[in-house]
């Protein structure tokens, strides 16, 4: 419990990063079939498909990703682009 304490501020900023990353993540997979269904008029089959496209895009590129932060570095960096990212496909579905 002490060295909790000695973490730094990336550390803590890498964390609540993570936190909010994967928050708004999950609450949209849980929710997305019904979205897509209601809001784009897809069928359940159709958005269930769209719903799997993460996992599959996932697989491929998480370790390439995983190497890239690794061989930078910049961790806190990378991660915020993401949620930069993530906030900007939000929007772009609200839209």
Request: with cysteine.
């Amino acid at each position: 419990l002490g060295a909790v304490r000695s973490f730094g501020l990336s550390i803590w900023l890498l964390n609540l990063l993570c936190f909010s990353f994967y928050a708004a993540v999950f609450v949209f997979l849980q929710n997305g079939t019904q979205f897509l269904q209601q809001v784009y008029s897809l069928g359940e089959e159709e958005a269930a498909f769209v719903m799997s496209l993460p996992y599959t895009v996932s697989s491929i590129f998480c370790p390439i990703c995983g190497y890239l932060v690794d061989n930078t570095g910049r961790a806190l960096t990378w991660m915020l682009g993401a949620s930069l990212l993530l906030a900007a496909t939000h929007l772009s579905l609200a839209l």
